[in-house]
Structures are given as structure tokens and as C-alpha cells.
């Protein structure tokens, strides 16, 4: 099945400061990859996700990046805030998203102010 | 703006004793699933739910657990006889099969 691999565990920046979270994945055959955030006490919220047939997108200070030869897909926060602080979770699936999702072991992003 | 729902919030059993979790996803959704979260752990897949009748399940997902959607908006998850190591954080989620997944702010199991 698929193995989804995160990096860094932990990410500590000053606000302002830009954070890259890399995740690798293993099935060639995985299509959508989503991002997580997910705050104390609460559910994962989506916050971007891309599809296989993208290489980059955008959404304000968010993008995530696609290599789909090489298996992997980062995340890129630009201008941090204080409230960017939250464990970010990368995910892996078939089907664009019908198929389970294959979680990361998480980023614990700190901004400090 | 809808969103997952989910009860309880925390519920606290003794081992041995089963356990109800229950959740109402969004109106128009189709797909519904179950993840669990061990606490600082990832997010883990349990099972999906499509056309009433289970879609897809992982090797967590043993005879102590089963799915129900007894009604056109609750989906539940039971687990039969607890143990320690079923102690987590339970997500529902759910989408219209478009890509996003919704997820509900999770029931807490504690076992004793």
C-alpha cells in the first residue's frame, strides 16, 4: 500500500520568515495530495490540495508543489503568522480523493512572533 | 457553512465494553469514512462507507469494528469490546467524491 514519508517533525520560524514542509510518497499510482492543518483539539482542516496532472498551485500565501517522477510534494508557507502555528499534515490518494488517504507523521510548525 | 458532526466529543469505557461512536457528515455527501489518531501520532485510515455498504478498510479495521448507517444522516462507528490500545482520537469525514474531505472535530476514546 502507500507509504507517505514527512519532513521536517518540527519547524520553528520567526514570523515573516517563509516554512517548507516535504513529503515523499511511494505508489506511482496516487493522484491527489492534499494538505492538512490541523489545530489543538480539532479535526484536520484542508487548506490546498493538487492533483497529478499540476505541478504547482497557488492559493495566497500557500502553494504546494508536485514532482511526480520523483514522488514528492511540498508545501510553502510565505509571510508566517502566528497563527500558521498548528501540525500540518501532507496525504496521499487514488482516485482523486475517493480512495482513503494515506496520512504523513506531521509537521509541528511554531511561529515565533 | 455545513460541517461534520460528531458525539460524543469524549467518552470515557472500561475495557471490554462496546462503544458507539456516532456522526452526522454533510447533507449532500456520498463518501463517508473513519480515521483514528493515536495521540501525537498520524492520522490513520479505519474504513470507508459508499452506497451502504463499506468501500474500502484497513487491517485496523478487525471484527471488533463495524459501520452503520441506520438512518439518511447518521454514520456510526462501534467497536465491540475495547481494548487499552483503542484509546485515540476518532474523525469522521466525509466528501461528495470531488476531492475534498471533510473532517468532524473527533471523539476522544479513552479505555481504562
Known amino acids: 500500500g502507500e507509504n507517505v514519508e514527512q519532513h521536517p517533525s518540527t519547524l520553528s520560524v520567526q514570523e515573516g520568515d517563509s516554512a517548507v514542509i516535504k513529503c515523499t510518497y511511494s505508489d506511482s499510482a496516487s493522484n491527489y495530495f492534499p494538505w492538512y492543518k490541523q489545530e489543538l483539539g480539532k479535526g484536520p482542516q484542508l487548506i490546498i490540495d493538487i492533483r497529478s496532472n499540476v505541478g504547482e498551485k497557488k492559493d495566497q500565501r500557500i502553494a504546494v508543489t508536485l514532482n511526480k517522477t520523483a514522488k514528492h510534494f511540498s508545501l510553502h508557507i510565505t509571510e508566517t503568522q502566528p497563527e500558521d502555528s498548528a501540525v500540518y499534515f501532507c496525504a496521499a490518494s487514488i482516485n482523486t480523493g475517493r480512495r482513503a488517504l494515506t496520512f504523513g507523521s506531521g509537521t509541528r510548525l511554531q511561529v515565533q512572533p | 457553512e455545513p460541517e461534520v458532526t460528531q458525539t460524543p466529543s469524549h467518552q470515557v469505557t472500561q475495557m471490554g465494553q462496546e462503544v458507539i461512536l456516532r456522526c452526522v457528515p454533510i447533507?449532500?455527501?456520498?463518501?463517508f469514512y473513519w480515521y483514528r489518531q493515536i495521540l501525537g501520532q498520524k492520522v490513520e485510515f479505519l474504513v470507508s462507507?459508499?452506497?451502504?455498504?463499506?468501500?474500502?478498510k484497513s487491517e485496523i479495521f478487525d471484527d471488533q469494528f463495524s459501520v452503520e448507517r441506520p438512518d439518511g444522516s447518521n454514520f456510526t462507528l462501534k467497536i465491540r469490546s475495547t481494548k487499552l490500545e483503542d484509546s485515540a482520537m476518532y474523525f469522521c469525514?466525509?466528501?461528495?467524491?470531488?476531492?475534498?474531505?471533510?473532517f468532524g472535530e473527533g471523539s476522544r476514546l479513552t479505555v481504562l
Open positions: 447533507s449532500n455527501h456520498l463518501y
Open positions: 462507507f459508499y452506497n451502504n455498504e463499506i468501500s474500502e
Open positions: 469525514a466525509s466528501t461528495t467524491g470531488g476531492g475534498e474531505l471533510f
